[in-house]
C-alpha cells in the first residue's frame, strides 16, 4: 500500500528566530526544534545540549525518602538485599544498576530474574516465595516491577520480609503496602512520568549517594554515578519511553560511558555485534537490546544478569555468545511463525471484512508472539492478536495501530479471556480453546467499530521539504546535536521536491542505489527494499539523513523512506 506523506507544521516566525540568534543552526534543524516543542532560545540550547547538570531532585518522586530510611539501615545493619527484576531489558539493566551501586556500598546484596515461563510477570506470589527460599532476605528491592503485587507484599510481610518498590508502570488498581512505592506515575502529571524502570532506579541510586555523602559515608563519596549511566541509556532506549527531558540527558551521557567501557559484559556485546566509534540508540535497540530480550524468550534470563555483572572478560564472551544464540535461535524462530502466520491469513483476508486479525497455532513460542504480531501488524495495517495454544489453554500478545485501542477491543470480549491487560497498542491475553473462534468473531466486530470508516492508508510524517544543498555536513552536524532519537524524538525525516536520477542500481536484487541531482549538487541514496519504485523520471523523495564510510572516505547520503513520481509542492 502506498504511503500518505504528511508535512508536519511549523512556526516559520518562532524557526526565523533560533536561525538568527543560535550559533552554526541551519535553518531545516531550527524548523526541527521549533517542531520538537521548543519554545525559547534557551529550550533549543537544551535540547541540542541535554546536560546531567539539569536532572531534577531524585527526593521528588513519592516515597523516595522512605526508600531511602529502609535501605541505608538494611546498608548499615548487614541486613541480606534481594533486587527482584525483570526479565527484559529495563529489567535486566535495572537490576544489574542497583545491585552494582548496592554492592559499592558495602551491602550484601543477591538479585532475582523471574522466569517469562515459569513465573510470569512482575512479583507474584509464588516468585516471591522463591526469592524468600533461596535468598533469605531482610529486605527485597523491585526495579521495574511490583506497584500492584498486592498479595506478593503482603506475603512477605507476613514472613518479615520489608519490601521497597521502584518502578514506572502505570498503577492498574489497588497500590501494594510495601514500606515504599517509588514510581512517579502514582501521581498525576509528575514530571518523572516519563522515566523508564532504569531511570527510577538510578533516581533512588542518586538519592541513596546524596544522603550518603551528606551524612559523612566514605562508601557513597567514592562512588561515581556517572558509570552507572550506560545502563540506564540502553534501558531507556529498548523500552521505548519518550527520549525527551532528563532521558535525553541519560541517554547522551549513558552512551558517552559505553563508547568507552571497561565493563566486560558490554565490551563482549561490542565485540560481537562489531560495533567500534559512536554509540548510538540502533545499537541499543537491535543489538544490545534484542540479545539481552531474547535471554528472557528463549529461556535464560539469569544469563543476561550475569553477563552485566560480571568483570571477567573471559565470562563475558561465554555468555554474549549464549545471548547471541538465544536471539539467533528467536529470530528462527519469529521467521517461521511470521511465515505460517501470513501464509493462513493471506489465505482468507479481506480488508473490507477483516479488521481485527486473531492468529492462533498449537505449540507457537509464546516468548515470540508479541514480535509476531509486530510484524503483522506492519504487514497489514490492523490490530493483530497472535496466539500460542498449549492444549486447552492459549496466550496471547496484541499489537495495534494509531487508530484503534486494542485494550478497548479485548474489553468488548472479556467474556471469552480467562485473563487480559496491557495499553491502546499492546496487550496480552489467556483464552481456553473452545472460546477461540467466538473470540476470534467478536474480535473482528469489535475492532471494525473502532476503525470501519477511517483511512487506513499508512502515513509517512515528514518534518521539512528541504534542497540537496541543505543535505550537508552543517545539517548532519545538527542532527547529531538533535539526538538521541527514539520515542518521541524520532530520527527527522526530510523531503526534497522534484530532483532528477543520474544514476540507477539494483542491490542484491530489493534495494535501490541512486545518484541524484538539482542540476547543481549531486547526492547518493540508498532505499532499503525499494527496487520495486525503481523511478524513470524526476522524483519526490522523502529519507533520514546519515553518513556513508566508505574505503576511508566518509560521505553524505540519503536513506530513503519512500519515493514517487516529482509532484511540485502546493
Not at 65 to 81: P, Q, T
Not at 168 to 173: D, K, Q, R, W
Not at 328 to 346: G, L, P, S, T
Request: with cysteine; charged share 25%.
Amino acid at each position: 500500500m502506498s504511503k500518505l506523506w504528511k508535512f508536519k507544521p511549523c512556526d516559520e516566525v518562532l524557526a526565523g528566530r533560533f536561525f538568527r540568534e543560535m550559533e552554526n543552526l541551519p535553518k531545516p534543524l531550527a524548523a526541527l526544534l521549533v517542531q520538537r516543542g521548543c519554545k525559547t532560545v534557551e529550550e533549543a540550547g537544551l535540547f541540542l545540549n541535554p546536560a546531567l547538570s539539569t536532572l531534577r531532585d531524585p527526593f521528588e518522586l513519592p516515597d523516595m525518602d522512605k526508600a531511602v530510611v529502609r535501605i541505608r539501615r538494611a546498608l548499615s545493619g548487614d541486613e541480606k538485599i534481594t533486587v527482584f527484576g525483570d526479565y527484559d531489558v529495563d529489567g535486566v539493566c535495572s537490576t544489574a544498576l542497583l545491585v552494582r551501586v548496592l554492592r559499592e556500598l558495602g551491602g550484601d546484596v543477591s538479585a532475582v530474574i523471574p522466569s517469562r515461563f515459569d513465573d510470569g510477570y512482575g512479583l507474584s506470589a509464588d516468585a516471591l516465595t522463591a526469592c524468600i527460599t533461596e535468598h533469605h532476605p531482610s529486605l527485597i528491592v523491585t526495579v521495574d516491577c511490583g506497584t500492584g503485587s498486592v498479595e506478593a507484599v503482603e506475603k512477605a510481610g507476613a514472613a518479615g520480609v520489608d519490601v521497597v518498590i521502584t518502578d514506572h508502570h502505570e498503577p492498574g488498581g489497588q497500590i501494594a503496602p510495601a514500606a515504599a512505592v517509588v514510581n512517579p506515575k502514582c501521581v498525576e502529571g509528575h514530571p518523572a512520568r516519563i522515566l523508564a524502570g532504569a531511570g527510577v532506579a538510578f533516581k533512588l541510586c542518586h538519592a541513596l549517594i546524596k544522603t550518603g555523602r551528606d551524612n559523612g559515608c566514605l562508601a557513597s563519596a567514592s562512588v561515581d554515578l556517572k558509570k552507572y549511566l550506560d545502563f540506564v541509556a540502553v534501558a531507556t532506549v529498548a523500552d521505548l519511553v519518550p527520549l525527551l527531558g532528563e532521558n535525553r540527558a541519560l541517554v547522551r551521557a549513558g552512551f558517552q560511558s559505553l563508547e568507552n567501557s571497561c565493563r566486560a559484559g558490554w565490551n563482549a556485546l561490542k565485540k560481537l555485534a562489531g560495533i567500534t566509534g559512536a554509540i548510538e540508540t540502533h545499537h541499543a535497540g537491535f543489538a544490545f537490546g534484542p540479545r539481552i530480550n531474547a535471554a528472557g524468550r528463549i529461556g535464560h534470563p539469569d544469563a543476561a544478569l550475569e553477563l552485566l555483572l560480571t568483570d571477567l572478560p573471559a565470562r563475558a564472551d561465554e555468555l554474549a555468545q549464549l545471548l547471541d544464540q538465544a536471539n539467533r535461535e528467536r529470530q528462527a524462530i519469529e521467521k517461521e511463525m511470521v511465515r505460517e502466520a501470513i501464509e493462513e491469513i493471506d489465505s482468507y483476508f479481506d480488508g473490507t471484512k477483516n479488521f481485527g486479525l486473531v492468529i492462533a497455532r498449537e505449540g507457537w513460542h509464546t516468548g515470540v508472539i508479541g514480535i509476531v504480531a509486530s510484524r503483522l501488524v506492519a504487514r497489514y495495517g490492523r490490530p493483530v492478536a497472535v496466539i500460542g495454544m498449549d492444549g486447552q489453554t492459549g496466550r496471547g500478545s496484541c499489537r495495534s495501530i494509531d487508530t484503534c485501542n486494542i485494550l478497548d477491543g479485548l474489553e468488548a470480549c472479556a467474556g471469552l479471556l480467562t485473563r487480559f491487560g496491557g495499553h491502546a497498542m499492546a496487550a496480552g491475553l489467556d483464552i481456553e480453546e473452545p472460546d477461540l473462534d467466538a473470540f476470534k468473531a467478536l474480535f473482528n466486530e469489535a475492532v471494525a467499530g473502532q476503525i470501519r470508516n477511517r483511512d487506513l492508508q499508512p502515513v509517512l510524517e515528514i518534518d521539512r521539504v528541504i534542497t540537496l544543498a541543505d543535505a550537508d555536513e552543517l545539517l548532519m552536524n545538527g542532527i547529531r546535536r538533535a539526538g538521541p532519537f527514539g520515542q518521541d524524538n524520532p530520527e527527522p525525516v526530510w523531503a526534497v521536491f522534484g530532483v532528477n536520477v543520474a544514476d540507477s542500481r539494483i542491490l542484491k536484487e530489493k534495494h535501490l542505489k541512486l545518484a541524484l541531482s538539482d542540476g547543481a549538487v549531486r547526492r547518493e541514496a540508498i532505499g532499503f527494499n525499494l527496487a520495486e519504485k525503481l523511478p524513470s523520471g524526476p522524483v519526490d523523495l522523502a529519507f533520514t539523513l546519515q553518513e556513508n564510510d566508505w574505503n576511508g572516505r566518509t560521505t553524505i547520503q540519503l536513506n530513503l523512506r519512500d519515493l514517487r513520481p516529482a509532484h511540485s509542492p502546493l
